[in-house]
């Protein structure tokens, strides 16, 4: 493959770029838009195949062709990834750039801003509430038993639209209420996570895990006492703590140095508050391929549980549904290794006529942790998405 990049409009909005049937990946303005697919590529292929394209750089920026997509929930998935035809790239110093691989147009088809439509739109539950509120009391019990240390307990719900519903709609939505989270839209999967899984950026290697949850109200007051109380929660700490030695243990071997912050802040997106914790080192020169590390990651305790194979074996006994992509990653990778994955939560699955969307949602389960706290903190979580799904 010959891949050519050229300088782009900076102004182009790459939500408009992706549209209802594009790709996008991006955060704060930063990021990825793509179209079309000039091929598709095996997990374990993507950054030989990436390394193989003759890039014609016509730019003074040090950019590659990327490849995009999705690692599932479950670990012996090798997941779905491809090169997109034509890929709008922005950078956090406002540069713009346009990559299109082999005789893809240079003529992009960017698709005008949605205008308001009306819908009609039932929501019900897939996982019945009492068969939740009891694999919740199954995986404390299973912690208090000292089987395991954490279990992340999800549940599912389902968006049913009398019309279509508008992808790209969705999209500007969702960056409007969430744009400083990493939103996403690639075959009909979408949404807007908070959680940063992995980055790697030449040595720099980066991640945010999030774990340990409260709502927000809206009012500042309420909102600084209830991040007063996630702090101060010991089960919220418990829970948040887990995660962190993981990924770090995890990271250390593949790192010069690995260094994280003493004590976790609060992370607000526009419906909750999370316990969060930046942890950031220098990769070793031996170190193996992002998607490698993130796969090795994936699913964190944050979203499976600890020790990983014993939470992942209650999990499946007790949820009683596939959950696909939801708690697996998202993002893309270039041709010089550097990338992001985030944690692929508060999304939707659609259906191929759009007329359906799959919303999960889960939390993390503790010696400590209440079955109706646990259901009140998922339905806080669905509101990203069924807020932005729903709302004309």
């Known amino acids: 493959m010959i891949a050519t990049t050229i300088e782009f409009d900076s102004s182009v909005d790459l939500n408009d770029v992706a549209g209802s049937d594009g790709y996008l990946f991006v955060r704060s303005g930063v990021g990825y838009a793509g179209r079309g697919i000039a091929t598709r590529v095996a997990f374990s292929e993507v950054q030989e195949t990436l390394s193989a394209i003759q890039h014609h750089n016509h730019t003074d920026l040090d950019v590659a062709p990327i490849a995009m997509g999705v690692l599932p929930f479950d670990t012996s998935s090798a997941g779905d990834f491809f090169i997109p035809k034509q890929v709008v790239g922005k950078d956090e110093k406002g540069n713009c750039w346009l990559t299109t691989i082999d005789d893809a147009s240079v003529n992009l088809e960017i698709s005008q801003p949605p205008v308001a439509t009306t819908n009609t739109f039932t929501v019900r539950p897939l996982t019945p509430i009492e068969n939740y509120l009891q694999a919740v009391a199954s995986a404390r019990d299973a912690v208090r038993d000292g089987r395991i240390t954490k279990a992340v307990i999800a549940r599912e719900i389902l968006v049913e639209a009398e019309q279509s519903i508008d992808v790209h709609a969705v999209l500007q939505r969702l960056r409007s209420t969430f744009g400083n989270s990493y939103r996403y839209s690639m075959n009909g999967f979408i949404g807007a996570s908070p959680e940063l899984l992995i980055e790697v950026s030449g040595q720099t290697i980066r991640s945010h895990p999030l774990a340990g949850t409260t709502p927000r109200t809206g009012d500042p007051i309420s909102d600084n006492e209830l991040a007063r109380k996630l702090i101060s929660s010991m089960k919220d700490q418990v829970e948040h703590r887990v995660v962190i030695d993981v990924i770090h243990d995890m990271l250390l071997p593949y790192c010069s140095y690995l260094d994280w912050e003493p004590e976790p802040s609060v992370i607000q997106v526009a419906n909750v508050q999370h316990l969060g914790t930046l942890i950031e080192g220098h990769l070793s ?34 949820e009683g549904f596939d959950r696909k992509n939801y708690g697996g990653a998202i993002g893309w990778v270039d041709a010089h290794g550097n990338g992001t994955m985030a944690v692929a939560i508060r999304c939707a699955e659609l259906s191929e006529d759009r007329k359906t969307a799959r919303l999960i949602a889960g939390g993390g389960i503790v010696a400590a942790s209440d079955p109706d706290a646990e259901l009140a903190e998922t339905q806080a979580k669905f509101q990203a998405m069924l807020s932005a799904i729903v709302r004309p």
């Open 285 to 318: 020169d031996d170190h193996p391929p992002l998607l490698e590390l993130a796969r090795m990651l994936c699913p964190t305790p944050a979203l499976g549980g600890h020790p990983r194979a014993e939470a992942l074996e209650i999990i499946d006994q007790l």
